[in-house]
Every structure is written in structure tokens, then in C-alpha cells.
């Protein structure tokens, strides 16, 4: 892991509307600032914490994106979710004080280092804050919901519709193009988090391209008929909401 001393600022950060300053004042997002200061770098492969880490820190992603994953007591490994940037990693620790997860970098990636202790203290002293950080406790219950009812609920097309329609909005409220983007996690994490071997996988990317729904170019994918990959997800095409 590398350690930037750079400094970064909340009030010009490009996602600071998904994230903790959300709906903070200037003068809130200022005070913010005193908590966090330093971003940090994550290579490609590595992790930002381990399972059996003390909880320290919540990290809000500035650029990148990681996935988060879960060790079983027989050693087996579970992929638990994708994040982008504006989100934050490390919830997981809060109630037993303890990371039982990791988060891995798909790619080079930067977040913000958020001690969660000073965090903590400012959020009593700034109302709008601690309402921000029980609204993503909240919404993190939520997705896991969801999460279940994908896994459990709907056959293995539905299941990767459902994924492609879920990053395609995440992006396009990030203000990038919900039609074209880059799927950073390879097939393999795809198939572990969806509950499917890579081979089906494989065979349910080449079916969409067949059936013009998606074009795939290495990892770019361009989603060419949005209203159809919906409808196989059993979704609408508005963009609100995580799987």
C-alpha cells in the first residue's frame, strides 16, 4: 500500500455528492476536512484491510473500485460486493469492533481515510452528519437484502441483467455513460458473487451479445438495448438503487 501526503478537499472532490458530504453545509464539509486529509493508494491486488484487523477507519472510494470479501471457517471465499467510487468500505467492522472481511482493488485505486472515532465526535457536533452516516448504515442493510433476494429468487440470465443494470446506473450517477463502461471485476468474482460457475458466466456474456442486449470488448461493455436487459432483469430502467 502507498501512502499519499497529498491533500484533498471534500468541497472539490467529484463525488463528494455520493458520499459523507452529502448534503452538508460548506462550513460542515470544511470541519470534515480537519477529520480527513490524506488520501490513500491502493495498487491492483492488494487489500485496504484484511480479516482479524482492528476497526479503525471507514474508507470513502475517490477512484477505483474493490470488491469485498468474506472467508468462510472451511477456507472458502464469498464476493460480497462491488464498490465505486463515492462509496464507503468498512462498515463490516463496526458492531464487533473487528474487520471479517477484506476489500481488494480491481484496479489502482484511491479512497479517503475517514478515523471512524474523530468521526464519530463530529457527527454529534454536526446533526446533518450523523444523519449522512445512519442513512448509509441503512442503506447498507438494504442492499444486503437485495443481495439475497438476487441470489436466492431469480435464474442465472436474470442474476447477470441484474448485475450490468445495477453498475449501469451506479454510473451513470457518477455522471459517467450508463452505456458504456468498464467492468473492472474479472468473470471469475462475477461468477462467485452471482452464485454461478465462470463457464456460465462466459456462456450468458455471449448469449447477450447474440441477442444484441450488450457488446463486449475486453473489459469495456457497451449495453445496446437497455429496455431489454431491464426486462430480463425484472427491473426498470430508472437509476436508483444497488444490488
Known amino acids: ?11 472539490n472532490c467529484s463525488v463528494r455528492r455520493l458520499c459523507l458530504p452529502a448534503g452538508l453545509s460548506l462550513e460542515d ?11 490513500k493508494v491502493i495498487k491492483a491486488g492488494e487489500s485496504l484491510y484484511r480479516p482479524g484487523d482492528s476497526f479503525q477507519n471507514l474508507y470513502a472510494i475517490r477512484s477505483g473500485s474493490f470488491k469485498s470479501v468474506i472467508i468462510a471457517a472451511d477456507g472458502d471465499t464469498q464476493v460480497t460486493h462491488f464498490a465505486l467510487p463515492g462509496e464507503l468500505l468498512g462498515l463490516d467492522a463496526y458492531s464487533k469492533q473487528v474487520h471479517s472481511s477484506y ?11 475517514l478515523p471512524f472515532v474523530q468521526l464519530e465526535i463530529l457527527a454529534q457536533q454536526v446533526p446533518a452528519l450523523q444523519q449522512q452516516i445512519y442513512s448509509i448504515f441503512s442503506e447498507e442493510l438494504r442492499q444486503e437484502n437485495e443481495i439475497l433476494m438476487l441470489l436466492g429468487k431469480r435464474s442465472a440470465d436474470t442474476r447477470l441483467a441484474a448485475l450490468l443494470i445495477n453498475i449501469s446506473s451506479r454510473y451513470a450517477s457518477r455522471g459517467y455513460s450508463h452505456s458504456e463502461f468498464i467492468l473492472s471485476m474479472p468473470r471469475t468474482d462475477i461468477a462467485n458473487y452471482l452464485g454461478l460457475t465462470a463457464e456460465t458466466v462466459s456462456r450468458l456474456f455471449s448469449r447477450f451479445q447474440r441477442q444484441n442486449l450488450i457488446r463486449v470488448n475486453g473489459r469495456v461493455v457497451q449495453v445496446i438495448d437497455l429496455l431489454g436487459l431491464s426486462e ?5 430502467c430508472g437509476y436508483e438503487g444497488d444490488i
Do not use: N, Y
Open 103 to 113: 476489500a481488494e482493488a480491481l484496479e489502482d485505486s484511491s479512497v479517503c481515510r
Open 29 to 39: 464539509i470544511a470541519r470534515l476536512e480537519q477529520v480527513t486529509r490524506k488520501k
Open 1 to 11: 500500500m502507498i501512502d499519499s501526503s497529498v491533500a484533498v478537499s471534500c468541497s
Open 232 to 236: 430480463l432483469a425484472g427491473t426498470h
